[in-house]
């Protein structure tokens, strides 16, 4: 079982930055695909990023050249870096551990509003 924490979300104005994190505990981190999701009020939830354990990575096309997802195999931890931060960038953000079953985090809100 995967045990996913994530953390960094906060109350930003447009244009700025925020760091998200994800700790992952319960599996072999470097096995799996990492991803981020998000899911604003009304909205289906939808995938941001990915990134697989090749390192290749995934965005959607609302958030490329503004967003970026990494990963630390030694920490057990995905990273997503979004820059010039949007309001509709608002939502909860969910990391995603994916190797023959996928796992979920509890979600970290964003809110992006002057």
């Known amino acids: 079982q995967v045990q996913l924490v994530e953390s960094g979300g906060g109350l930003v104005q447009p244009g700025g930055s925020l760091t998200l994190s994800c700790a992952a505990s319960?599996?072999?981190?470097?096995?799996?695909?990492m991803g981020w999701y998000r899911q604003a009020p009304g909205k289906q939830r939808e995938l941001v990023a990915s990134?697989?354990?090749?390192?290749?990575?995934n965005y959607a096309d609302s958030v490329k050249g503004r967003f970026t997802i990494s990963r630390d195999n030694a920490k057990n931890t995905v990273y997503l870096q979004m820059n010039s931060l949007k309001p509709e960038d608002t939502a909860v953000y969910y990391c995603t551990a994916e190797w023959a079953t996928a796992y979920w985090g509890q979600g970290t809100q964003v809110t992006v509003s002057s």
């Open positions: 319960g599996g072999i981190f470097s096995l799996y695909t």
């Open positions: 990134i697989t354990r090749f390192g290749g990575t």
